[in-house]
């Protein structure tokens, strides 16, 4: 699970990044102590949204444990499917009108939306839930910072590459998981 974990943290992340991306590319005088709290906001976000999604997880898993790896199908394949369509729209600019704390706490939430519904998926496969959101959150936290430093640098070209290699990521991980379960691959 271990691999896996790392792959889901990196795709959950490529939201968080992409907006790093747009931020390294509209503030590029942006200090490092100001990019680590970007990151951090980002990080703690993707970290703590699993851990509610997981306890209203476990709170329904023993009723739907006979079909909870296509409840994992659906779900990151919908998500993997939301941040293809994103990635499409081509919005970012306009999510980044300014660096204030409440602008990147509401980032940071609409980021992780889809880390919440993940945290879901968590409870039915029993995953370690504070070893997942803790390296969802570290792994949200680096690629954020290194995003932000590609964004001075290439602009946004990369941003909705980033949400694309994101989607994809997911609804293979959703494949994967439903063809376990199924014993199509073991």
């Not at 300014?98 to 519904?117: F, H, V």
């Not at 409870?123 to 964004?151: M, R, W």
Request: hydrophobic share 55%; charged share 15%.
């Amino acid at each position: 699970m271990s691999e896996t974990l790392l792959i889901l943290a990196i795709a959950l992340a490529m939201d968080s990044v992409a907006v790093s991306i747009a931020i390294g590319s509209k503030y590029r005088d942006l200090l490092l102590w100001r990019t680590l709290f970007v990151a951090g906001v980002f990080g703690f976000f993707q970290g703590v949204m699993p851990i509610a999604g997981y306890f209203i997880g476990i709170s329904f898993a023993d009723y739907v444990q006979a079909y909870d790896h296509w409840i994992a199908f659906v779900l990151l394949v919908g998500l993997g499917g939301k941040m293809l369509y994103e990635a499409y729209q081509n919005e970012f600019d306009e999510e980044v009108t300014d660096l204030s704390n409440k602008t990147l706490i509401t980032l940071g939430i609409a980021t992780s939306i889809d880390a919440m519904a993940i945290g879901v998926t968590f409870a039915f496969l029993q995953t370690d839930i504070f070893t997942a959101s803790s390296i969802i959150a570290l792994v949200t936290f680096v690629l954020c910072i290194a995003a932000v430093y590609v964004g001075k640098k290439l602009g946004s070209l990369l941003e909705s590459k980033a949400e694309m290699l994101g989607g994809i990521i997911l609804i293979g991980l959703g494949c994967k998981i439903l063809a376990e379960h199924t014993g199509l691959i073991g």
